[in-house]
């Protein structure tokens, strides 16, 4: 990770959430077929729903209703079908939230060597703000971020790289210095339009693909690989 940054530590890290600090699917995939049960269609299962998590829950929940990644090519539903599941899935993935959900292996010792070195950490997420913050805090995560931007902070998500701007602006910091870490394409194109490197964890959820093809600067199967 030094080698990024002329073996110095980086000033800013910002992570993604879901498959990079917090396996998190067990819990999504509970949501999203208990939605997909009371509304009459067949439970997904959580080998497809760790494909389809990261780009939202609107996005999730399209995706389960049209029975594959590509919603729009998949089942058709209406825009009142769409609301009514998200509704479902929102109430029920609130209860569910943090249950059954776990922190990788890696990512405490990872954190705790960062905020040795004064590091500014920041949680960069396209899950929503209701569900970010309790899920951090269920986990005992939270302390360890100034900030989250998570999917609805601002009008865009990532890949767009808005939302990385915001997080080092609000963090006091300099882009120069911010490394992100993730587990899809989507953090690794956010990091790429940011100017900023990248590293991706092989554990996560990459919509299937193999995220070392991806083009991030560094890919581990753990962050204390980092150290």
């Known amino acids: 990770m030094r080698q990024l940054f002329d073996g110095q530590w980086p000033g800013t890290v910002l992570f993604d959430l879901d498959g990079t600090l917090v396996d998190s699917a067990p819990d999504l995939a509970a949501a999203i077929d208990a939605m997909l049960e009371t509304i009459g269609q067949q439970p997904a299962g959580i080998d497809r729903v760790r494909e389809w998590v990261g780009n939202g829950a609107q996005v999730l929940v399209k995706r389960a209703l049209a029975g594959g990644f590509d919603y729009e090519a998949g089942e058709p539903f209406s825009e009142s079908d769409f609301k009514h599941a998200l509704d479902l899935f929102f109430d029920t993935y609130g209860d569910l939230n943090g249950r059954l959900a776990t922190v990788y292996d890696g990512v405490e010792p990872f954190l705790r060597a960062l905020a040795a070195e004064n590091v500014r950490l920041g949680v960069v997420t396209n899950k929503p703000t209701a569900f970010t ?85 560094i890919v581990v199967d753990s962050l204390v690989e980092l150290l």
């Open 133 to 217: 913050g309790p899920l951090l805090e269920k986990m005992g995560l939270a302390h360890w971020f100034r900030i989250s931007v998570c999917g609805d902070t601002l009008p865009v998500k990532k890949p767009d790289p808005e939302q990385l701007y915001y997080a080092v602006e609000e963090l006091g910091g300099d882009m120069a210095r911010t490394l992100m870490v993730g587990d899809s394409v989507n953090d690794i194109q956010a990091a790429q339009r940011a100017g900023v490197p990248v590293v991706a964890v092989r554990y996560g959820y990459n919509y299937g693909g193999n995220i070392d093809e991806a083009g991030a600067d």
